[in-house]
């Protein structure tokens, strides 16, 4: 009765197929919260205990991954997934919710399940659905994390995941080397594409006049002072006059005051967020035309 209704089984030299009545994650009455909570945001199902005797007969390679399309031709989609644990009831799965609206299953539905190997992959690009997940200090980090909870993605599904208590949806816009690729022990590189509602913000840069700061007359600095002699006679003053210097005597650039005196105060912006850190660039000039200038004057 069991295989007549619920379960169809095509079991050839390293292939299997099934047919099992679908549920979501919530349905699921042999797991605490916190198993149904990795079960409905991650990429894998729960499946009978029969399934795993059939799989175990036909010698199937693990990691062990299945193709999932729904029976019905006219909404007929198709994603890919992981195998949590073997504990549904006989003739039942279990799917994260996305997984559901994914394959347009309602709850009860059959669904057609099928082991599937896939290449490694090596390329993933996400877009966000809201744009809540710019908020996010580190993202690529937080997605990594969750990524863990699954086994496999298919281009073109809309998963789901939950950060600090907040549920994020996630497109998956594009896969290497294939459209379904698993991401168990491989090196892949990952992109994000603008969310939705997400406008680019237009900045204005403008350059700012450099403050008046004159290289031609010599101020002091760290070796400026008289010197000591090991001998302990005193030591010859050697000074130059600053009207000596670059020949720019009796001229303003000489009785320019100094260089501290001349620098803006620092004021500290109280309006500074994370993430909108700015280096102020001045429009400095060359020093061939400061000195025209200092000459004019």
Not at 127 to 152: D, G, Q
Not at 264 to 291: A, C, H, M, Q, W
Request: proline share 7%.
């Amino acid at each position: 009765m069991f295989r007549e209704n619920f379960m169809q089984a095509f079991m050839n030299p390293g292939n299997f197929r099934c047919q099992l009545r679908c549920f979501s994650a919530p349905f699921f009455k042999g797991g605490d919260s916190k198993k149904i909570q990795e079960l409905n945001f991650g990429g894998k199902i729960l499946l009978p205990n029969s399934v795993l005797d059939s799989l175990i007969r036909l010698n199937i390679q693990y990691p062990m991954m299945f193709k999932l399309s729904g029976i019905d031709p006219v909404f007929q989609r198709t994603t890919h997934a992981g195998v949590l644990e073997f504990l549904a009831e006989e003739g039942r799965a279990y799917l994260p919710q996305w997984m559901m609206e994914q394959l347009r299953l309602q709850e009860g539905d059959l669904c057609s399940i099928e082991y599937a190997r896939l290449p490694s992959a090596t390329f993933a690009k996400f877009k966000p659905s809201s744009t809540e997940f710019l908020n996010i200090s580190n993202p690529r980090a937080m997605l990594e994390v969750e990524l863990r909870k699954f086994a496999c993605l298919t281009k073109g599904d809309i998963i789901s995941v939950e950060y600090n208590e907040q549920v994020m949806q996630f497109k998956i816009m594009d896969l290497k080397p294939a459209n379904a690729v698993t991401i168990i022990e491989c090196d892949m590189n990952v992109e994000f594409d603008a969310p939705d509602g997400y406008v680019e913000p237009q900045v204005i840069r403008t350059m700012p006049e450099a403050p008046l700061v004159t290289p031609f007359v010599k101020t002091g600095g760290p070796f400026a002072g008289s010197g000591q002699r090991l001998d302990g006679k005193s030591a010859k003053s050697r000074t130059t006059s600053t009207s000596s210097v670059n020949g720019l005597a009796d001229t303003p650039a000489a009785r320019l005051p100094t260089c501290a005196e001349e620098l803006p105060p620092v004021v500290p912006d109280e309006t500074y967020r994370p993430g909108t850190l700015e280096f102020i660039r001045y429009n400095y000039k060359n020093l061939s035309v400061l000195k025209q200038e200092f000459v004019k004057t």
